[in-house]
């Protein structure tokens, strides 16, 4: 049934959003990329694909931060065009998607705000995609009661942050725990709307979402070592979904160092290997990005982002659903961050590392 | 390639016979020889670099440099449209391009814009700052003015103010009472209270307010005021964002608010700044205000003053390069052009000379030869470069040499297709039965004229249009002038022939029928038949009677048939110039004589009977014509029986017979006998050993030279290339099915196909009809009305009818008439015998060169 009239109202975006990606920049293109010998002949070699002129009228010399400007530009303005034609259910599906963008720019700002930096500076660098009127107000809050009644009240993410008000001051840890706490909550919330549209759209966007929590709890333990972030209080920031929950969460929560946190990761096929330096990345869709390098070990992170990218190449093997707007922006985001990274290796001379990208298509 | 002899004159019969050549070009002299060869519009340049990229070209830093000057020209061009300067059209200024072009000239252009762009852009940030500082004392003015109204109105109204207070939300009432009731001396001079005032963007208000409202807890009072639109300079960053056209303007709020105590003054000043708002310090006092007032007013009349100078001097600036600008675009665009072409070239070993390829009609070998000369000498070299044929077997490119008359319809058929190199092209036939078959669906003397006339107008004035208007509709109609001036005239002569005037017949010679004279009123009335006959088209007398519809449709019907036989036999026949000319004699027998058999054993047999039933005097015969639907039908439901009733002439049911016969043998005939002949084709390549590569390599090395390494192999890959797909291509299923679908449509689309020739019928009798409906509507009634009143009317009516009349008939009747005529020459003539698959020439040329590109402006 959901195949039924699901062209009625969404299949001109899902084919908008499948003509986008056919744009995305493919293996050979990334081949040609990287042997730009400058920015310049970078900025000639992006002419020739979706890209197009983009940068046609940036003076010379352009820059990096130019150059993911623009391209996070350009994705803006995809998705902005997308929800501007969208009809419900998926426009609150797009509107999920910003959540996670909002949460961001709402740490950012109070965490800039802790340290005294300049609130334009601040504005300037939050996400596009996550900004919301009262946004600016954020920097005049000082503790996370104020925080919530004057400015979060009145956003979508006011229900999310009422688990937060426990705590008080508004310190580093604090910051990092009301992240995470959005994080999960949002993440739950996520997780459920997806279910209550039913089966394409959830059989795709489950696993990514599941993944999404996964690499949450892992980056939590992880970076909870040595802290004092109490083993209960690090339990509450797990999100409750996942592949590694509830046995892997429980362990992890346990978990005093790597090794163990290795131990949990065993328990899931996909997540083996992760944690070793040296061995290939894990997972269905990933593929060389340590070809040329391979004395570098691929950083957790790494594999997160190959793994993230090998499910959400899969989004686009079933119609019908939502899965793939959500995975088309997770991968062009992928594709920004990867032609910075070879312009940034470009423009600092660090040819070595060049092919140290993670690839889309 | 056996041929080689080129015929005196171009024809559009064939499209041109094209030669790979090859150009040994030296270094010093390959820009002019690019450029001359743009100029020329003759050769298409193939890709030598294929698999180099685009960036580790030779020319790539040339190129870089024009996309430079190219980004510095928009941004110029850009400034001049937005300050509304006047742009020089190209060719008022390409004298100043006089002699100087190339590399040089790039390279002075170079600097000049660098020097242009970067006075341009400091003036432009000097503007901008001082536009920027000229708001913000605009708004300090505004926000000097509206606060003074909120100060006088709280001096002069406490007590309204204190009732319209009076409300449980503000708080901070209480203070504002408490502090006017003890300082009401004070309230004139000092203000007790603090405060912040500044503007924000009205949009943003709301959020402001509501933000304020919950984090200083509504210990707070608010107050403000819309700025007048038309208060604030829009500063050109701005302006220049709106690309809607319309002007865009500030709108923006001015704001005091009231609070008591520095954290909370503190809060609201942070907030207000991150929500973009602009702070102004503003006195409570009156005086001070005052003064300040009178200090910014004559701080913005300075400042006006200046930017009207800046202004000035940038205008001048920009119109000096407005002036130029359109040489510079010329020069830059064809820079680029021509080291995009350079790039398509390949280095020699010995970096003194490129090496190019490209197709070039043999015809114009020598103009092309002239041509390089002239580069040498351009280039002041002695040598010029060297050009010679290479022999290939590579599909050349499909080149048909038109005027500015056959243009538009050679369009037509490129629509369907690009003929196949050297193939009949029915482009040529086009111009002749496409307004012919236009005319059958549209036959009216009037509308004919009217459309011919409107036609004439466009091709006297065209050398007006030129270069296109820019409105698409009009330059359709504009390109298209030619076949509707065709269109017209056909549609006068079958208007002549249908006897149609706007509706009403001629009386150009006497009538056949004479009407009796006395007779009853009410009766029907049965016209005579005189001796006289008709010499021309319809006989005038059959207008406005019963049985005109009948006649008309019956004689209209099969005119089509017949119109439409003819059509597709010619089609079927022009396959014969296309065997011969590809050299394969026996697909004549093959192929084209069971598709004709086919067609005249029935259609051209049912055409032959119509010609002679109508050529037969059935009064005379003294029994009923007999119907040639029915015979058509019995034709094949019963071979071999013909009713005495129907019978059309003696022995008639031996001849169906025979032809019904003739037209089921062609069947298998057509079916069986191409693939085996392509079957035996491969039989005796495989017999005599050869494996693909071997006959064709060895003709292909005979005509290569040999010094040249890297065409050799070039040409060997591509031999070897062709080959490996014809090897790889022969499967003889995949030919038979071919030829099923191929038989099976050609015999059912004979029948379908004469069939769709009724539209003619269909079209014209809708024509006829719709015209007359309008004119019994409009004029016809106003005729019959006499007086004054009959006059106005005649008149109204004349206009009403000519309207519609030009709307409906001519216009909107015409377009479909030319879609049908369209696809009648699409699907049922082109289908006959034309491929269409070949790739259209194109030729390196500096068009579009001389233009501004359209986004910029």
Partial sequence: MEALFFNSHGGYLEGIVRGFKAGLITQTQYNNLTQCESLDDFRMQLSATDYGNFLANETPPISTSTIAEKATQKLVDEFNYIKSNSVQPLTKFLDYMTYAYMIDNVVLLISGTLHERDTHDLLERCHPLGTFDTMPALCVATNVEELYSTVLVETPLAPYFRDCLSAQDLDELNIEIIRNTLYKAYLEDFHSFVLSLGAPTSDVMSPILSFEADRRALNITINSFGTSLSKDQRAKLFPSLGRLYPEGAFALAKADDVDQVKVVLDGVVEYRGFLEGQTGPGGAGAAGAEGATGQQAASLEDHFFQYEVGLNKLAFLQQFQYGVFYSFFKLKEQEIRSLTWIAECIAQNAKDRINDYIPTF | MSDQRVSQYPSLLRSEQMSLVQLYVPIDQAHSVVEELAELQRVQFKDLNPDVNPFQRTYVSQIRRCDEAERRLRFLTQQITAQAIPIRPFEDTVALLAGRSGPQALEELDTRLAESEQRVAAMNGSYESLEKRALELEEARQVLRETDVFFSEATSRTQEIRSSFDEPSAPLLGDVEAGAGAGESGFGGGFELEFVAGTIDRARMATFERVLWRVLRGNLYMNYAEIDDSALPVPTSVAGDSAGGEEKKLRKNAFIIFAHGQDLLDKIRKIAESMGATLFPIDSNADKREEKLREVTSRIEDLNSVLYNTNQTRRAELAKIGESISAWWAVVLKEKVVYTTLNLWQWDQGRKTLVAEGWVPTRDIPTVQAALRRASENAGTSVSAILHELRTHKDPPTFHRTNKFTDAFQSIIDAYGVASYQEVNPGLFTVITFPFLFAVMFGDIGHGIVMMLSALTLILIENKFKKGTGNEIFDTFFYGRYIIFLMGLFAIFTGFMYNDIFSLSLHLAKSQFRWPTDFEKGTVVEAIQTAARYPFGIDPAWHGTDNALIFTNSLKMKMSVVIGVIHMSFAICLQVLNHLHFKKPELIWAEFLPQILFMESIFGYLIGCIVYKWSVDWEAVGRNPPNLLNMLIKLFLSPGNVDPDDQLYPGQAGVQVFL??????????????????????????????????????????????????????????????????????????????????????????????????????????????????LWSMTLDKAFAMEGIAGIIFTFLMFSMWFTLTVAILIVMEGLSAFLHALRLHWVEFNGKFYGGAGTAFTPLTFDGCDEIPEGVL
């Fill in chain 2, 660 to 773: 019904l016969l003739l037209a089921l043998v062609c069947v298998p005939w057509m079916l069986c006998t191409k693939p085996y002949l392509l079957y035996r084709e491969h039989q005796k390549i495989v017999e005599q050993g050869y494996h693909g590569i071997g006959s064709t390599s060895n003709q292909n090395g005979g005509g290569l030279l040999s010094g040249d390494e890297g065409e050799s192999d070039g040409e060997g890959h591509g031999v070897v290339a062709e080959e490996m797909d014809e090897e790889h291509e022969f499967d003889m299923g995949e030919h038979v099915i071919h030829q099923v679908i191929h038989t099976i449509e050609f015999c059912l689309g004979c029948i379908s196909n004469t069939a769709s020739y009724l539209r003619l019928w269909a079209l014209s009798l809708a024509h006829a009809q719709l015209s007359e409906v």
